[in-house]
């Protein structure tokens, strides 16, 4: 039987294997292997890339909210908005610098923050909002940038899915003051490992998030402050660069699979598809629908041979750190995201076959799980 896995990084490998290969032979040929010359170049192309003035590499996406959040003095006693559903490093980003994140509901119709559950939130302790580009959609950043300045906040983007989304042609990175990515492999840029990187126009905050990365020393063996070890590697950062030569095309491949998808999914009984803003280009690092039997659905396209997953089916407050007295209210979306949410294969290196295949098997079971009187409406 044909079957559709949810994702194959090997194919995309093997399309640029002898560029890997080169820029591991000469890593290995320089000797060099923390902060060289490959880590620099890297920095270079992808704030370049992202039309910010900084990029910082750093050891993770967790890690490089974390030193955002270090890097603005944000500790003990602060709050930061965050969404209700994310994965859940954002909210752990928020704790590990000892500030408290602070759940804001998301909209369910694109999977990010409400601007006004934002605004319902801000206190005298709030310092930041931490917009998430879920699935690849840029937040609101419009609505959130007016709130943040009129408050006084923070704006600071947790891009880990979102590397070549834009809004009002802006990209992911340079939409707020401040931006997260992560190059865990399955990103839209993975890494062959871990990897992370910190994006930004201002200047005084990148200097201090170098120096924290590599324990608080902008100066060999001197050390203005209490830094810490998250460092993106030179074999990473030369394997990074490969691949983000190809990363626009990339992102161009998913948005052609996303508007078929779109096109092919509207109107069928029993699920939503995501709805994209008019200003936005979502980097479609996922594509998420939601089902109203979802667990049915699942199962059977499962059958049909298609492979899903599900982002994210407990959201962070629900989870053991954050569940103490947390207060429903702020997820009523969230929950009913995390219950609906099924995401669907999509990556650049699906054939065209493949992509009617997935189309064709999630026609079939809308209708198959829907009522008589939905399927008389839904035939064409
Ligand atoms: C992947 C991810 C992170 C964390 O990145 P790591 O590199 O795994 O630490 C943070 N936020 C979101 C939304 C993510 O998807």
């Known amino acids: ?27 290995v040929g320089s000797g060099y292997f923390i902060q060289g010359a490959a880590l620099a170049r890297f920095e270079e192309e992808f704030a370049k890339y992202c039309g910010t003035q900084h990029a910082i590499g750093v050891g993770n996406g967790l890690d490089a909210l974390t030193l955002i959040l270090r890097g603005y003095g944000i500790g003990p006693g602060d709050e930061v908005i965050v969404p209700s559903q994310t994965f859940i490093a954002t909210w752990l980003a928020v704790s590990a610098c000892g500030a408290t994140p602070v759940s804001a509901d998301i909209e369910l119709n694109s999977f990010n923050l409400d601007p006004r559950a934002v605004a319902s939130r801000i206190t005298t302790r709030s310092r930041a909002i931490m917009a998430v580009h879920l699935f690849g959609q840029p937040a609101d950043m419009g609505a959130l940038g007016i709130l943040a300045r009129r408050h006084g906040l923070y704006l600071i983007e947790d891009a880990a899915q979102a590397h070549g989304a834009e809004e009002a042609g802006i990209r992911a990175g340079a939409l707020g003051d401040a931006a997260g990515f992560s190059f865990y492999p399955t990103k839209n840029l993975g890494a062959l490992g871990d990897g992370g990187a910190i994006t930004t126009n201002d200047y005084d905050l990148a200097q201090r998030i170098r120096r924290l990365r590599n324990y608080g020393s902008d100066v060999k063996y001197i050390h203005e402050e209490a830094g810490t070890n998250s460092r993106l590697d030179e074999l990473q950062a030369a394997l990074l660069s490969v691949k983000l030569a190809r990363l626009e095309e990339k992102v161009v491949r998913r948005n052609e699979i996303a508007a078929r998808f779109q096109h092919s999914m509207q109107g069928l009984p029993g699920i939503h598809p995501p709805t994209i803003g008019e200003n936005k280009r979502s980097a479609w690092h996922l594509y998420v629908i939601r089902c109203e039997k979802r667990d049915d659905f699942q199962r059977e396209l499962t059958a049909m041979g298609v492979q899903t997953l599900i982002h994210y089916p407990i959201p962070p407050g629900r989870q053991a750190p954050y569940r103490d007295g947390f207060d429903s209210k702020n997820s009523t979306n969230g929950d009913v995201a995390a219950a609906e949410c099924l995401s669907l294969p999509l990556w650049p290196e699906m054939t065209d076959d493949e992509v009617a295949f997935v189309i064709n098997a999630v026609q079939e079971v809308a209708i198959k799980l829907s009522t008589p009187q939905a399927q008389l409406k839904a035939m064409p």
Not at 8 to 21: F, K, P, V
């Open 1 to 27: 039987m044909k079957s559709i896995a949810f994702f194959d990084i090997t194919r995309a490998h093997s399309e640029i294997r002898d560029g890997l290969d080169a820029a591991f032979a000469s890593v």
